[in-house]
């Protein structure tokens, strides 16, 4: 019997791992991960990738952070915001060339979490798994990114926010995940918004590849438990 038979149905952990897999598999098909990792991605561009993701960050965090929901309470803290990082990170790659389509797409997340916020908080927790998880990816870009762009660790603290390793913040996360949502209807609209987030990232870094050559992109292999570039497995 496969893994994906067994998981456990009354864990939102584990629902958000194997019900998001479908979007979770478009995001991962997307060339422009595998374009930073193989140093062909410009940094012009890194830098817009940067740029959407701050205004991600930005909205999602500000919502779940000041949202009244007892659930948003209980798994929010303060050191899970990373907008201050990609602040840093921006002022250290210089111009950014922003795609039309990418800061369309960033602004339709934008749009799409503010109607979360307003009709559904909780179920922005689904959306914040998305980008805890991406820490654990994160981890594996580093060195890429290093070493494409010759910069340091510190022009890269968006993928050090928790420091050498994120497994305990993540660990800790996942228990605040399981305590805060206890019904089947709360978990449902936590994975749809999972799954919602995969799929405006998905378009997010579309947009971001418009322009550049991704057609010598090395086709993606598949890769073990916590080594997809955003981190669930």
């Excluded at 909205?59 to 990609?86: F, I, K």
């Excluded at 689904?126 to 910069?151: F, M």
């Excluded at 968006?158 to 993540?170: C, E, I, L, R, V």
Aim: proline share 5%; net charge negative.
């Amino acid at each position: 019997m496969s893994t994906a038979t067994t998981h456990d149905k009354n864990s939102v952990m584990d629902r958000l791992k194997w019900e998001t897999r479908p979007a979770h598999d478009r995001i991962e098909s997307v060339p422009f991960s595998m374009m930073m990792q193989e140093g062909r991605l410009p940094r012009a561009r890194f830098a817009a990738k940067l740029a959407c993701w701050l205004t991600v960050h930005g909205a999602l965090e500000a919502a779940v952070a000041q949202s009244d929901d007892a659930a948003c309470a209980a798994v929010w803290v303060d050191s899970m915001a990373r907008t201050s990082h990609l602040r840093h990170d921006l002022c250290c790659h210089g111009d950014m060339d922003m795609p039309a389509a990418a800061a369309t797409a960033t602004l339709r997340i934008v749009k799409w979490l503010s109607g979360l916020a307003d009709t559904d908080p909780r179920a922005l927790l689904g959306c914040l798994y998305v980008l805890e998880g991406s820490k654990l990816g994160g981890t594996i870009l580093r060195k890429c990114l290093d070493d494409a762009y010759g910069c340091g660790p510190d022009a890269l603290s968006y993928f050090w926010a928790s420091g050498t390793s994120p497994m305990p913040d993540f660990k800790a996360f996942k228990e605040r995940m399981e305590a805060a949502l206890t019904t089947d209807e709360e978990r449902d609209r936590v994975v749809a918004a999972a799954s919602g987030m995969f799929e405006h990232l998905t378009d997010v870094l579309e947009g971001l590849l418009e322009g550049l050559d991704s057609a010598a992109a090395v086709e993606p292999e598949p890769v073990g438990e916590g080594k997809c570039p955003f981190g669930h497995g």
